[in-house]
């Protein structure tokens, strides 16, 4: 019997030997193939029919391979590479999810997910209902940064723009928004009509939706209040009436030694404020009543007031010429409490504002030095120490062949180069302007778009006529970034309006070359009170120029 057990035991070990040299020649696979995405990274913007693409790489040479949209599958194919095409068109606006699958014949899986923002709509802006004002026409227009045109929209009130994203354009990429502001007014009485024109263009914009501001309503008035005011000096240089519910006056109410006035009052109840400068050298005196009735009286003598606060603010400079102008940062509006100008020569500008009386102020001042100005708009209960000046200059502005160039350093948010002419007879006030405004960024150059045809017979100057003479840097003080910049700076999405946001700026006179940009003497524009009027909603005016 033992004959024939020993050769099964010999053939069985033989058969464990046999198989286990086997398996240590293959061992078991546990480790799973490698996916490397070849198209989309994370978050990538997306538009129109896109590629998906991945390969796998394994031990094994035998794969499988799926793709997953929104967790469904849209393709699978054998071996280490795949590649489908997905019209985005199909899907909503926004963020989907893409997964690639790899599985090996050992079962072994591995996956790669990341998000594609799908952007077929380009551009979209909501209109409010009195963006666009009697006697103007606004135009908006989008083009690539080689000027090649995208789109042009009349702007209509209470409507919508949607721009699609044109075919082959990579919705990643920024884009240059323009626009065409055209007022024109007729002559009324001895007030000149006006023709403006202007080109504001906004380069670095990227995808997104946005909105215009609500412009304030001016209310109905429902009746008045008499005001009697006394003892006013003869000689005095100007003075100011203004209320939260009641219109506002100011300059010279005459030599008389007292202003009698009606108040319009478009509520049942307003505040009252007063001030008057009674020469250069003295402060001014003020008044401020915190209730005045409808149909009721209001008198005071002008001896009993009480004289203005002085702040002194030290800047960098010994000697230079300031303005200033202090309003009233209330609910929903700011109010002029107080403006003055004139010299100092000390290092510390002056200004003079009401004390206590309102819990918070704007201050907007400035100064100009030579070929250079300066400008501070901050908030606080009163004025700042110091005068804020920007670490950021414009070095180079060169412009030719449409093909604008701004080179800039330091720290800000955006930097706008500007040029106008003015004309300016009895019966007519013409002025053609036109603004490009750079983010910062480390590529500030693109190419002005052409006059669209639809705006020929409006005469807008062509961008071949251009001439750049100011270069003005901001630094918002409660804004940053891209975002900011387009939603809150470009349009006013959060519904405040670019005159109320504080800031520090700095603006220099330029002569746009090759070499570089060369300082001059800034000039001072002003606008006709009739234009100044309609224009105060859609631009920034103060006492240094004319900014968008």
Do not use: W
């Given at each position: 019997?033992f004959?024939?057990?020993?050769?099964l035991?010999?053939?069985?070990f033989?058969g464990?030997?046999i198989?286990?040299c086997?398996d240590s020649?293959?061992?078991?696979?546990?480790e799973?193939?490698?996916?490397?995405v070849?198209s989309?990274?994370?978050?990538?913007?997306?538009?129109?029919?896109?590629t998906?693409e991945?390969?796998?790489?394994?031990r094994?040479t035998?794969?499988?391979m799926q793709v997953?949209?929104?967790?469904g599958?849209?393709y699978?194919?054998?071996g280490?590479?795949?590649?489908?095409?997905v019209?985005?068109?199909t899907?909503t606006?926004?963020i989907?999810?893409?997964?690639?699958v790899a599985m090996?014949?050992?079962?072994?899986?591995?996956?790669k997910?990341?998000?594609?923002?799908?952007?077929?709509?380009?551009?979209?802006v909501?209109i409010?209902s009195?963006?666009?004002g009697e006697n103007?026409q606004?135009?908006?227009g989008?083009?690539q940064?080689?000027?090649?045109?995208?789109a042009l929209n009349k702007v209509e009130?209470?409507?919508t723009i949607t721009v699609p994203?044109?075919?082959?354009?990579?919705?990643d990429?920024?884009?240059?928004?323009?626009?065409?502001?055209y007022?024109?007014?007729?002559k009324?009485?001895?007030?000149?009509?006006?023709?403006?024109?202007?080109?504001?263009v906004y380069?670095?914009l990227?995808?997104?939706?946005?909105?215009v501001?609500?412009f304030?309503?001016s209310l109905p008035v429902?009746?008045?209040?008499h005001?009697e005011i006394?003892?006013v000096?003869?000689n005095?240089?100007?003075?100011?009436l203004?209320?939260?519910n009641?219109?506002s006056w100011a300059?010279?109410?005459g030599?008389?030694g007292?202003?009698s006035?009606?108040?319009?009052?478009?509520?049942?109840?307003s505040?009252?404020?007063?001030w008057l400068?009674?020469?250069?050298?003295?402060?001014p005196?003020?008044n401020?009543?915190?209730?005045i009735?409808?149909?009721?009286s209001?008198?005071?003598?002008?001896t009993?007031?009480?004289?203005?606060e002085?702040?002194?603010?030290t800047t960098n400079d010994i000697?230079a010429?300031?303005?200033y102008?202090?309003?009233n940062?209330g609910?929903?509006?700011?109010?002029i409490v107080?403006?003055g100008?004139?010299n100092?020569?000390?290092?510390?500008l002056?200004?003079y504002y009401p004390?206590?009386?309102?819990p918070?102020?704007?201050?907007e001042?400035?100064?100009?030095?030579?070929?250079n100005s300066?400008?501070?708009r901050?908030?606080g209960?009163?004025p700042?120490s110091?005068?804020?000046?920007?670490n950021?200059?414009?070095?180079?502005v060169?412009?030719?062949?449409?093909?604008?160039?701004?080179?800039s350093?330091g720290?800000?948010d955006f930097v706008f180069v500007t040029?106008r002419t003015?004309t300016?007879?009895?019966d007519l006030?013409k002025?053609?302007?036109?603004t490009?405004c750079?983010?910062n960024?480390?590529k500030n150059?693109i190419t002005?778009?052409?006059?669209p045809?639809?705006?020929l017979?409006?005469e807008?100057?062509?961008?071949?006529?251009?001439?750049?003479?100011n270069?003005?840097?901001?630094?918002?003080?409660e804004l940053s970034?891209?975002s900011?910049?387009?939603s809150?700076?470009?349009?006013?999405?959060?519904?405040v309006?670019?005159?109320?946001?504080?800031f520090i700026a700095?603006n220099?006179?330029?002569?746009p070359?090759?070499?570089?940009?060369?300082l001059?003497?800034?000039?001072k524009?002003?606008?006709p009170k009739?234009?100044e009027?309609i224009?105060?909603?859609?631009?920034?005016l103060n006492?240094?120029?004319f900014?968008?």
């Open positions: 019997m004959r024939y057990i020993y050769p035991i010999f053939i069985i033989s464990v030997l198989s286990s086997k020649d293959e061992p078991l696979d546990t799973a193939p490698v996916v490397i070849k989309q990274s994370e978050n990538q913007k997306v538009a129109g029919t896109i998906i991945a390969t796998a790489n394994d094994s035998e794969l499988s997953f949209l929104d967790g599958l849209v699978e194919s054998e280490g590479l795949i590649s489908t095409q019209d985005t068109k899907l606006e926004g989907h999810n893409i997964k690639i090996d014949k050992a079962g072994n899986i591995s996956e997910t990341f998000n594609v923002d799908v952007r077929n709509i380009l551009f979209k909501q409010s009195n963006y666009v103007i606004i135009y908006f989008l083009s940064n080689d000027g090649t045109p995208i009130n209470d409507g994203t044109p075919s082959g354009f990579n919705p990429s920024s884009f240059v928004f323009t626009q065409y502001f007022l024109n007014t007729s009324i009485g001895n007030s000149p009509g006006t023709l403006f024109r202007t080109m504001s380069a670095g990227n995808v997104g939706e946005f909105k501001a609500e304030p309503v429902k009746g008045t209040h005001l006394t003892e000096p003869t005095y240089l100007a003075a100011s203004q209320g939260n009641m219109g300059g010279h109410f030599n008389s007292e202003i006035l009606d108040l319009s009052l478009t509520n049942t109840m505040d009252l404020y007063f400068n009674r020469s250069e050298t003295e402060a005196v003020y401020h009543i915190n209730s009735l409808l149909g009721e209001t008198h005071f003598s002008v009993d007031l009480p004289q203005m002085q702040g002194l603010i000697a010429h300031y303005d102008t202090i309003y940062d609910p929903g509006s700011q109010d107080f403006s100008s004139g100092f020569d000390n290092g510390k002056p200004v004390g206590s009386i309102y918070k102020y704007v201050f001042l400035g100064y100009q030095l030579g070929d300066y400008t501070n901050v908030k209960e009163t700042p110091s005068f804020q000046n920007l950021a200059a414009v070095s180079n060169n412009y030719a062949n449409r093909k604008l160039k701004v080179t350093t720290k800000f040029g003015t300016f007879t009895s006030y002025s053609d302007g036109y490009v750079f983010p960024g480390k150059q002005i778009p052409t006059l045809a639809e705006l017979s409006l807008f100057k062509s961008p071949t006529e251009f001439v750049f003479e270069a003005t840097i901001y630094d918002f003080l970034g891209a900011d910049y387009q809150k700076i470009v349009f006013s999405a959060d519904n309006l670019l005159q109320y946001r504080d700095s220099s006179r330029i002569t070359t090759s070499s570089g940009g060369r001059s003497t800034h000039n524009m002003t606008l009739s234009a009027g224009l105060q909603n859609y631009f920034h006492e240094f120029g900014f968008h």
